[in-house]
C-alpha cells in the first residue's frame, strides 16, 4: 500500500461508521461486483450494520440498468446476488463517502479530476491497492465486457481477494 492510501485506512480503521463507493466507468460490471463482494464480507463477519456500499460509473451509459446478465450469473454462482441500479459518480459522492476505489487507471484519473477539492482526491484509491498473492500480478481490475466467462471469474477472484484486504485493512 502507498503511504497516501495507509495514511486514509489508518484515519477510517477506527471510524464506527465506514462508507465506500467502488467506481468504474460503467457500473455494470467491475464495481456492481465489488460492492456485492463487500457487502458479502461484511455480512460474513458480522459487522455490515458499520458499513455503507455503493457503486458507481465514471460514464453514463447504462444509468437505472442492472448490472450486466454476465456479471449477475457468475456471481450468483458465488451466492452473490448484484440488484443495484446503475449510476453515475456525483460530486456530491466525495462528500458521502469515506474512500472512493477504482477500478483501474483510467477511472482514477477521472475521478481524480472531478474531486472537488484536494481533500476528496485523497479518498481516492486503486482497487489494486488491496490484492495480494496471486492477484499481485494485475495492477488494475480488468474490464471482462468484452470477454468470455473467465474474464468474468477472473474479476470475481480479484475482487474477492481485494474486498477481505480492503475489510481487514479497515478493521484492525
Not at 30 to 38: D, T
Not at 41 to 58: F, L, M, N
Not at 101 to 111: V, Y
Request: net charge negative.
Amino acid at each position: 500500500m502507498n503511504p497516501t492510501t495507509e495514511s486514509l485506512i489508518d484515519s477510517l480503521c477506527h471510524k464506527p461508521h465506514i462508507s465506500v463507493l467502488f467506481v468504474c466507468l460503467g457500473n455494470i460490471c467491475r464495481s456492481p461486483a465489488a460492492e456485492g463482494m463487500m457487502q458479502s464480507v461484511t455480512d460474513e463477519c458480522g459487522d455490515s450494520a458499520r458499513w455503507t456500499i455503493d457503486s458507481a460509473g465514471t460514464g453514463n451509459y447504462h444509468i437505472g440498468e442492472l448490472p450486466d446478465a454476465r456479471m449477475r450469473a457468475h456471481a450468483r454462482r458465488r451466492g452473490l446476488e448484484l440488484t443495484h441500479r446503475c449510476r453515475q459518480v456525483t460530486e456530491d459522492d466525495f462528500d458521502r463517502f469515506d474512500i472512493i476505489i477504482a477500478m483501474d487507471r483510467s477511472n482514477e484519473q477521472n475521478l481524480r479530476r472531478l474531486a472537488p477539492t484536494v481533500e476528496a482526491e485523497r479518498k481516492i484509491v486503486a482497487m489494486s491497492e488491496f490484492f495480494d498473492g496471486i492477484a499481485s500480478r494485475y495492477d488494475y481490475v480488468p474490464d471482462p465486457y468484452y470477454e468470455g466467462a473467465e474474464g468474468f471469474e477472473l474479476v470475481l477472484d480479484l475482487l474477492a481477494t481485494a474486498t477481505r484486504n480492503l475489510h481487514s485493512a479497515l478493521t484492525r
